[in-house]
């Protein structure tokens, strides 16, 4: 393509009568933005095809000019290109906010303007591009232009030419340009407005970012050519033939074709069905592809040949399961948004390779495309790479809900072209894809014949896949049952069949003879998500439950510089956005960059197709395949024996190949355990690829399973030291502590400014979510702060001191804490021991009075100490689980073991700032300061380590807030509530709550001065 600045002459100055004119043509333009049709002059819909006739990307840089809306968009014959310098540059594809013209902005459920369909506000940025491109004689006679994407509305002209409009933002338009292109130079002009009333259907939970931010295409029309191709390519489970039927049209009628399958030595004609011997059918596991051309090719070259990659695969409904080839699979998936942090809606094809590669590497096997069709070679990369797609209609229409749904789209019979139209345009473009598994309806659209309308059309385009849509229960237009964010308690009543029943008896008999699929669960949002592996066990247990999509794969931050020069993501809000949702938008296992979140790191340990259980005695390990279809004849098992934080044993494990759905027993090495002699050890078996993979080198680790040996409760040190009174302050071992307080101020060399016991903790996304099954409609974190926990004070009740069985004597301090107004309380004694190198302390805590505020049970978020300390960490040691952080119902992908970090890995780099960086099960744990080394033993806790105060945690609201003051916090905790995902969903389960109770723990400490 060649674009050039023009030339040509401008328009001329405007006539008498101009200014009636333009006021009618932008009335007229007004009531086209808030018309509820289908897109005009648009080609019918049809399959993204890779074809030999020639094409050109009309992708680089545009004219570009900003209006604030369409009454103020001049009508002064831009369409006609020209050197116009009130016109600026830019690039194409692009969302416009995300280079300077205006700004994004965020809203989940309400719409950004007033609800009054059809019409959308005056304020309604609107864009004029242009570009010039030379069109050569391939182009002739007959060509089209491809628009891939526009958001939300756009009006496109062609040499000044009105080619038409498009609607749906994510679904692809085409317009006929024979005889409006001509050879030589053309200009190509396309007007933009941010709303229309297609807005009112396009209310998905992202940025609302203006543009053109797909690709533009010219394609060249053989006039002998193939309009669109539908392969049907079924997979007989019982007889392991493929069965293959390929229709081939143009302008809606047949066409006499050929297809062939080299690797099969296939030639057939269009139109006919063939069975084909022997077939390796498709899976998301083996993802077996056959290359064909589909071809009309001519002596006179006027002809087409299409390249199709064809995967047998047959998808059926029994038994309320959901199968595919004849086996009940498990969707191990996610919900993927398209997003940039820079280009906003523009996702560059190796960006989008590689995330899909990662989510590969991380077990995941299932895609929803919330909320409307990716970019067309995602399909592509899904059917090569092996992912299950459910693919989902651009349509939501989730801000009608505050207003009981009327007016919605959905049921409003003058709606009902438009979202055939839609619906349309996602089934043809995609509709030859094995890794589609499911058609969607759309998300959150409420209900209504219109819904049901787009089923039946779907049913008869394409009967070979099912149909999903959550927003209906009654589920009487879908193929399965499909729920959001239903509890583990409620889906294991689904997974049982016995969930309560829909009034009408026919339609409740109908859902139960369906699968059942959360199509979005596990909120991902800040810490957490908690409670997956409860969810998995019922998908394990339970044929009906098919699995589900975690809520979401990727946050939507957008990158800022801070004065610093350090980058970090903004969310709604930080765009002085009228109405938004704040960081509801950041929600993912991955942040904006794909830089996996621990909670990745957990859901890939918990889907991970592998269970492998190490004996206690280590002389076996035994393996579960979880895969549908793949044995574990590609995989390597791998065993690694650590003592004392080195390795001192390892090596491979012969394993034969288990079958799908099999398990098998393994021997291990005689004499593992014993060769870690009374050393704590830990032993590892790991099941790795064999041979590389197109996502994933040989070696990468898909399953692990692990065993201790000799992990032992320290000794505590003898209490042979006695108290020492010296001036204002009490010394015991290494230990100082003010006289009239007990508090302590020094521990060796280092001092410390701060020791107290902590009930509460700076407030998770998930803290601040109302769980959807919790008795308490207030967010844990409010009855946190309406109980006080945040503000508790002591009060010293003793200081005395008392002599040892070893000839020491143990500091006693004994306090009530506290907060203001409240008559409720604990008392926390601390009991300080030393053998006079180190300092041991023993933690009473007992409840005092009634903990119950406004009539409810006050919930804890901790129980454990504060220590600040007058000295920067450099590095955290500890042996216990990581290297990532974990909850009581979170880090399943935290390991056993000993781990080293530098202080600015520990915390986790959350958008919103929040509590984070725990590491739980930590046995020994060694701060590198700069005043020293100060190591801590004990019973299991859980160590945070950070260089700012709570405080300063608890009012940052984004990482630019978080600056280190020189000191080091140290958090020990005895317990800590769970994080759930009350941000969206049910909140923390039973076991993982912490109710007030007693609590008894003890902590050593050692410090090493520096030299």
Known sequence: MTVKSSTATPAPAASPGSAVRTLEVAAAQVADLASVAPPKGTLPARAYLDSTAPRMSLKGVWKFRLHPGIRQAPQDGWQAGGDRPEFGDLPVPSSWPMHGHGTPWYTNVQF?????????????????????????????????????????AGTVWLNGTLLGTTRGSRLAHEFDVTGVLIPGRNVLAVQVAQFSAASYVEDQDMWWLPGIFRDVT???????????????????????????????????????????????????????????????????????????????????GAGETVSVQI?????????????????????????????????????????????????????????????????????????????????????????????????????????????????????????????????????????????????????????????????????????????????????????????PPLDDAGLDARRRAMPFVLCEYVHAMGNGPGGMSEYQDLFHRYPRLMGGFVWEWLEHGIT???????????????????????????????????????????????????????????????????????????????????????????????????????????????????????????????AVLKEESVWAPAGHELAWGQESANVRVAQRPAATAGVEVDGGLLRLGPAEFERTTGQLVRLGGTAVEGFRLLLWRVPTDNDLGAGWDSPDPRPVATQWLDAGLNRMHARLVGISSRPTAGGGEELVVRTRVAP???????????????????????????????????????????????????????????????????????????????????????????????????????????????????????EPFALTVRPYSLGVLDAATHRPDLVPDGRSYMYLDHAVHGVGTAACGPGVLEGYRLEPGEADFSFDFAVTQST
């Open 218 to 300: 010219l394609q060249a029309r053989p006039s002998e050519g193939i309009d669109d191709v539908f392969v049907h390519a079924d997979f007989d489970h019982h007889s392991g033939e493929g069965i293959l039927r390929v229709e081939v049209s143009r302008a809606g009628e047949p066409v006499a074709a050929v297809v062939r399958v080299p690797e099969l030595a296939l030639e057939l004609h269009a139109g006919e069905a063939h069975r084909l011997p022997d077939i390796s059918p498709w899976s998301a596991e083996l993802p077996r592809l056959y290359d064909a051309t589909v071809s009309t090719a001519t002596a006179g």
């Open 311 to 499: 995967g047998f695969r047959s998808i059926v409904i029994e038994d309320a399961q959901f199968k595919v080839n004849g086996q009940r699979i498990l969707l191990r998936g996610v919900n993927r948004h398209e997003h940039h942090p820079r280009l906003g809606r523009v996702v560059p094809r190796e960006v989008m390779e590689s995330e899909l590669r990662l989510m590969k590497q991380h077990n995941i096997n299932a895609i929803r495309t919330s909320h409307y069709p990716p970019h067309p070679d995602f399909l592509a990369l899904a059917d090569q790479l092996g992912f299950y797609v459910v693919l989902e209609c651009d349509l939501e229409t989730h801000g009608f809900e505050e207003g009981a749904w009327q007016q919605n789209p959905s049921a409003d019979p003058q709606w009902q072209p438009a979202l055939l139209d839609r619906m349309a345009r996602t089934v043809e473009r995609d509709k030859n894809h094995a890794s589609v598994i499911m058609w969607s309806l759309g998300n959150e659209a409420g209900t209504g014949g219109n819904l049901a309308a787009m089923s039946r059309w779907t049913k008869l385009r394409d009967p070979s896949r099912p149909i999903h849509y959550e927003g209906d229960w009654s589920s009487a237009y879908v193929d399965v049952y499909s729920r959001m964010y239903a509890s583990q308690a409620e889906t294991a009543l689904i997974g049982q069949g016995v969930e």
């Open 112 to 152: 950004p303007f007033a609800v009054e369909p059809p019409h959308v506000p005056d304020a309604n940025p609107v864009g004029d591009l242009f570009v010039e491109f030379e069109a050569g004689p391939e182009f002739f006679p007959k060509a089209l232009l491809r628009f891939d994407g526009i958001d939300s």
């Open 560 to 686: 800022r510089t801070g004065p610093d020069g350090q980058e970090y993501f903004v969310y709604g809000g930080d765009f002085g956005e009228e109405v938004h949702d704040g960081n509801f938008v950041t929600d993912g296992l991955v942040d904006a960059n794909r830089v996996p979140r621990p909670g990745l790191l957990d859901f890939k340990k918990v889907i991970e197709p592998l269970s492998i259980e190490v004996a206690e005695d280590w002389s076996a390990f035994s393996v579960t395949n979880r895969f549908d279809f793949a044995d574990t004849s590609g995989l390597e098992f791998r065993y690694r024996v650590e003592a004392d934080g080195g390795t001192v044993d390892g090596g491979r494990v012969d394993v034969a190949p288990v079958a799908p759905r099999e398990s098998a027993d393994v021997r291990l090495p005689a004499g593992l355990r014993e060769r870690a002699a009374q050393a704590t050890a830990v032993l590892t078996v790991h």
């Open 820 to 938: 203001a107004g409240k008559q409720f309380g604990v008392l926390a004694n601390y009991v300080w021991t030393s053998d006079g190198d180190s300092v041991s302390l023993r933690t009473t805590v007992k409840p005092d009075g009634s903990w119950t505020n406004s009539g409810r049970p006050v919930p804890w978020a901790r129980i454990g100490v504060e220590l600040v300390l007058k000295s920067p960490t450099e590095s955290v040691e500890w042996f216990g689980q990581g290297p990532h952080h974990s909850y009581p119902d979170t880090g399943q992908g935290a390991r056993l073991g000993w781990h080293n970090l530098p202080l600015r890995d520990m915390d986790v780099d959350y958008v919103r700032p929040q509590e984070s960086g725990a590491r739980s099960g930590v046995r020994s744990a060694a701060l590198n300061l700069d005043a020293g080394r100060l190591t801590v033993r004990g």
